[in-house]
């Protein structure tokens, strides 16, 4: 299991974007934090086996309703720990 680093950029902010990754994202059991960035993208950290890669990423290109996501970077994380047991909003 390795810690990812996700950076979504597009129309993420004042959309409920966070709120509906947080919630889905415990839904389907992952734990993690969400957060705007200045720069008006979200950062979001979770901990993923190799194959839930994709589950996530499309979990993370639905994002909410009014939402609209444009790119999605990500990178392994070995530098940080999760120190959440659900998915939390910062």
């Known amino acids: ?3 990812y ?5 597009g129309r993420v ?5 966070r709120k509906s990754i947080s919630q889905n994202a415990m839904r389907a059991g992952y734990k993690g934090s969400v ?3 200045s720069n008006g ?3 979001v950290y979770t901990e993923l086996f190799d194959d839930e890669l994709e589950g ?5 290109r639905e994002g909410s309703s009014a939402s609209v996501v444009e790119n999605i970077d990500y990178e ?4 940080h720990r999760l120190d959440y047991d659900g998915f939390v909003v910062l």
Do not use: P
């Open 41 to 43: 993208t979200v950062e």
């Open 5 to 9: 680093r996700f950076i979504i950029s």
């Open 76 to 79: 392994i994380d070995k530098k």
């Open 56 to 60: 996530f990423l499309r979990l993370l």
């Open 35 to 37: 957060k705007n960035l």
């Open 13 to 17: 902010q004042g959309v409920f974007y």
């Open 1 to 3: 299991m390795d810690l």
